[in-house]
């Protein structure tokens, strides 16, 4: 599967953006899906993830009721809905599609879990 990461930008401290990932391929049911984010100088940090099954997502504590994580099946597409961004959010965020088997309903947060990676799409909070 082929993804493909957008919706990036600059807001100021405080504000929103929904990232948007585009599948080559029908995701939902087939494949675990999950946001990461890498800013300069710093590992992969996991920021939201969406079971194969669909049920199921998982956040750490440092995005936790400010990020969503959201699939439109018909559209192939994952979104990341990201309210009152903080300067810290700043990083490259990348969308990862993991194969899982058909009765995995966890959420997965580790990268070596995930085996497609969209491009990356940059954002950038100010303060």
């Known amino acids: 599967v082929q993804l493909q990461a957008s919706g990036g930008g600059s807001v100021q401290a405080g504000g929103s953006l929904r990232l948007s990932c585009a599948a080559s391929?029908?995701?939902?049911?087939?494949?675990?899906m999950g946001w990461f984010r890498q800013a300069p100088g710093k590992e992969r940090e996991f920021v939201a993830g969406i079971s194969r099954s669909g049920l199921n997502t998982a956040y750490p504590d440092s995005v936790k009721g400010r990020f969503t994580v959201s699939t439109d099946n018909g559209k192939n597409t994952m979104y990341l809905r990201m309210i009152g961004l903080k300067p810290e959010d700043t990083a490259v965020y990348y969308c990862a599609a993991g194969v899982r088997p058909a009765s995995d309903y966890t959420p997965r947060s580790r990268p070596r879990e995930y085996d497609y990676w969209g491009q990356g799409t940059e954002v950038t909070v100010s303060s």
């Open positions: 391929e029908r995701t939902f049911g087939n494949y675990a």
